[in-house]
């Protein structure tokens, strides 16, 4: 039995709307990647629902992205059901940008990313105080953050013990140099935290384009679930990144060779019931 998919993590980039300063130094993914070529290849793999995930626009262009978005969750037949948003919880502006945000039911949770950012952002009391403002609106927020700095993603949770904390792509392990450590040490330290879920998404990103295999996502991926559990495991495709080293349907194929052996509970939590709990789909 094949569970549907709710897929945590898409991104879609439109460069006719919106400024990526980002892309200028990425070639590989410095195009559009529009939500048709993604529903069209997502319907096919079983994916009926997915969280469009910010994209580092240009901070100018954070809500004018959640606008964009929403557009498109409002047509007929749209696999979208909501927006994570980007913030800049080190910035003074934010809790008015907050209360804008939560007046539009489409926004389902909030990130900073953290692995381009000064390690020293996280650790400001600004951006503590302002993470903290997150626990009464039961909108989760992404940690997407390097192994060496899944150390500074565990203050920040330890900081806001009422807001739910979803680490991204099972903490981007460096799986092409097969690198376990301190990376598997550091996600069951993290994994402690009852407040922290875990992303199994991009995880393929990561491995060598060229010849990686089942066999080597797999260490990673069953570390990442044995130390959460599977009521704090979410399923993503990383879309359009994923597509650095293998398609949307390759992704998913791996998934279901990876978790063959679950049971039919295990994996409707892992890639659909645990999402709808915690962004409330």
């Not at 959640?66 to 498109?72: K, L, P, Q």
């Not at 502006?93 to 909030?110: C, H, I, N, S, T």
């Not at 302002?130 to 009464?136: E, G, M, Q, S």
């Amino acid at each position: 039995m094949t569970a549907p998919i709710v897929d945590t993590h898409l991104h879609t980039i439109d460069r006719a709307r919106l400024r990526y300063p980002w892309l200028a130094g990425f070639a590989p993914l410095d195009r559009d990647f529009p939500y048709e070529t993604y529903a069209l290849e997502a319907r096919r793999c079983g994916i009926t629902d997915a969280l469009h995930m910010e994209v580092d626009v240009a901070p100018e262009d954070i809500e004018a992205e959640t606008r964009c978005v929403a557009e498109v969750g409002a047509r007929p037949e749209s696999l979208l059901r909501g927006a994570i948003s980007a913030c800049r919880p080190e910035d003074e502006g934010f809790e008015a940008f907050l209360e804008r945000q939560l007046a539009d039911p489409f926004v389902k949770g909030f990130r900073r990313v953290l692995h381009v950012a000064p390690d020293d952002v996280s650790e400001g009391p600004l951006f503590r105080r302002n993470i903290v403002r997150l626990a009464r609106t039961g909108r989760p927020f992404d940690l997407c953050v390097r192994p060496d700095q899944i150390d500074k993603a565990i203050a920040v949770a330890d900081a806001a013990p009422g807001v739910q904390f979803v680490l991204d792509h099972c903490g981007v392990p460096a799986i092409k140099d097969r690198a376990e450590h301190p990376w598997r040490e550091k996600i069951a330290e993290i994994a402690r935290r009852p407040n922290v879920a875990v992303k199994i998404s991009g995880v393929v990103a990561y491995a060598d384009g060229a010849t990686w295999t089942v066999a080597d996502l797999r260490p990673y991926v069953e570390h990442a679930i044995a130390c959460f559990g599977w009521d704090r495991v979410v399923w993503g495709s990383d879309w359009p990144v994923c597509t650095l080293t293998a398609s949307l349907s390759t992704w998913v194929a791996a998934t279901h060779a990876l978790t063959l052996g679950c049971s039919v509970d295990e994996r409707r939590a892992l890639l659909s019931a645990n999402a709808r709990r915690l962004w409330r789909l």
